[in-house]
């Protein structure tokens, strides 16, 4: 097992997180954004994309699929547990 492929297993795993939990119907609902036009294949693609590190670490090691399971279970919590930025209305030039 390579540090550097778990590492690189979250990171990936994380990036698609961090676009799943920015397009939530309901989260986006919740704190009062408007929603995001995407496609269900945007979806279904995102997902592969946070599991497919799992499969690659499993093939190549039982440890490597444990660190991953436990980074990516908090960093999930932890996007889950930051509220959403607010959009910011453009400003207006005088003149």
């Known amino acids: 097992m390579s540090i550097l492929a778990a590492v690189a297993a979250v990171a990936a795993s994380s990036a698609a997180l961090a676009y799943l939990t920015v397009g ?3 989260r ?3 704190f009062g ?7 269900a294949w ?3 693609l995102a997902i592969a994309g946070v599991l497919a590190p ?3 670490l499993l093939y190549d090691g039982g440890a490597g699929f444990v660190i991953w399971c436990g980074a990516v ?3 999930g919590w932890g996007l889950a547990a930051m ?3 607010k959009p910011t209305a ?3 030039r005088n003149g």
Do not use: G, H, M
Not at 33 to 39: A, I, M
């Open 90 to 92: 453009p400003r207006r």
């Open 24 to 26: 939530n119907a309901k």
């Open 73 to 75: 279970s908090v960093i």
């Open 83 to 85: 509220p959403p930025a």
């Open 28 to 30: 986006r609902r919740v």
């Open 54 to 56: 799992a499969v690659a």
């Open 42 to 44: 945007q979806t279904r």
């Open 33 to 39: 954004l408007p929603p995001l036009e995407r496609k």
